[in-house]
């Protein structure tokens, strides 16, 4: 991985039916896709989802992280989807994950339910940093746990 480093940072709105088996399945299938695709892209990042809303963190070459959010973008599955950062940097934060899903734990149901109860999370009133470093954050306790 010899090429610089892009992070991106999006959120977007959810149109997968409410259903709990439904979303779950979804779910799966996104991320099974997103991991496949982005292993073959050098692409490292976390996704989050929380109230109706995905937020998600990609990164690795440039080119190939805007080929990859282009696809995410025309995806039907959301919308509304917010570009809120794409900057060069030094390192990547999540350098094991082809795509990791925070909120898969329970750990992390209770933990994030904290975060939204304390500070009404709405990915949509977040920076890019902030999405950025939430996320960081939620996947080191996920390692850790
Ligand atoms: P194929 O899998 O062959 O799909 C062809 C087309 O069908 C695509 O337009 C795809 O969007 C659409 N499609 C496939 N299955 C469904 C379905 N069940 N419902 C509706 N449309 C469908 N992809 C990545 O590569 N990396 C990521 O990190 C990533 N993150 C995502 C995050 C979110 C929140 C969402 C909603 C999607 C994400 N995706 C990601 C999936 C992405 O939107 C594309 O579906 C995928 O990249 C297409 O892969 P493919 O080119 O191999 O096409």
Redesign the pocket.
Known sequence: MTDSIYRLVYY?RNHIASDEALFAS?VE??LA??R???ER?E?T?A?LFNAGC?A?V?EGPLERVEA?FE??Q?????GDVSLLALDPVQHRSFPNWA?GFIGASEIQAIRFAEIGSSSGFDPSRLSGDEIHSLLKDLAIEEEAA
Do not use: C, P
């Open positions: 977007s979804n299938e996104i896709k997103s496949v695709n982005n892209d692409i990042g996704l995905f998600q990609l990859a696809r995410i025309q995806d039907e599955r959301h795509m």
